[in-house]
Every structure is written in C-alpha cells, then in structure tokens.
C-alpha cells in the first residue's frame, strides 16, 4: 500500500509512489500557474504574459497555430494544448482577451476593453 500512511507509522516512515508523488506536484505547478518547461527549470517568462505580448503587437488578432508558433519562435516556449487553452480561459475569464471558435481553430484578439484593465 505505496503512497498511504498505514495506522501507527509516522510520515517519514512511509514509503511514498514515486509515480504518484510526481502527478500530485505536477499538478500543484498547474494550479498555482507555474509550469516547467524542463524537468528543474522555471519558464522566465510565464505563458500568459507571453501570449498577451504577442497579442499586443498584433492587435487585429491571431490564430491559434500562428500563435503556438509565435510563442514557439520567439520565446522559445515548449507547452502543451491543455495548456494553450487553460491559459486563454484563464484569460479570457479576466476579460483580458476574446476568443472566438473559426472553423477547427480558436482566433485569439485583445478584448476592447484591454486598456482600461491594464492601466
């Protein structure tokens, strides 16, 4: 019974699942925001803020791919898609951006109201 206290053990005693010890972090970064890119790096810069730089100097808009491979090209960022799209809903919820379904993609612009939030 790896990964539970057993009745009269102390903690320490315990021997935890690697496996399971592992998820339960990963998704502790996931719920605080911080994801890693490599296994013992931080990103310097965090997915949000990248996307919304690149959002900034393309106001009119951007595609989902073209915007995966923005952030690809230009901050070297290595993420998944759940993440992608967790990180638009987050801001999206913020009311920083719209995000509008075109076809099997997702077209990614600053919300209107950006300015007023941002000052």
């Not at 102390?10 to 925001?33: A, H, I, K």
């Not at 296994?39 to 965090?46: D, F, L, S, V």
């Not at 009311?95 to 997702?106: A, C, S, T, Y």
Request: charged letters at 25%; aromatic letters at 12%; a positive charge.
């Amino acid at each position: 019974m790896s990964g539970v206290i057993e009745q009269g053990k102390r903690f320490q005693d315990t021997v935890l699942n690697p496996v399971y010890t592992r998820r339960v972090v990963e998704v502790f970064w996931v719920m605080c925001g911080m994801t890693k890119y490599n296994p013992g790096y931080w990103r310097i810069t965090p997915l949000f803020r990248a996307i919304l730089e690149v959002l900034v100097s393309k106001p009119e808009g951007i595609t989902e791919s073209d915007l995966d491979e923005a952030l690809k090209k230009k901050y070297g960022l290595v993420f998944a898609k759940s993440e992608l799209y967790h990180t638009l809903m987050r801001l999206e919820l913020t009311g920083l951006i719209q995000v509008e379904p075109v076809g099997k993609e997702f077209f990614v612009k600053l919300s209107p109201r950006f300015n007023e939030y941002i000052k």
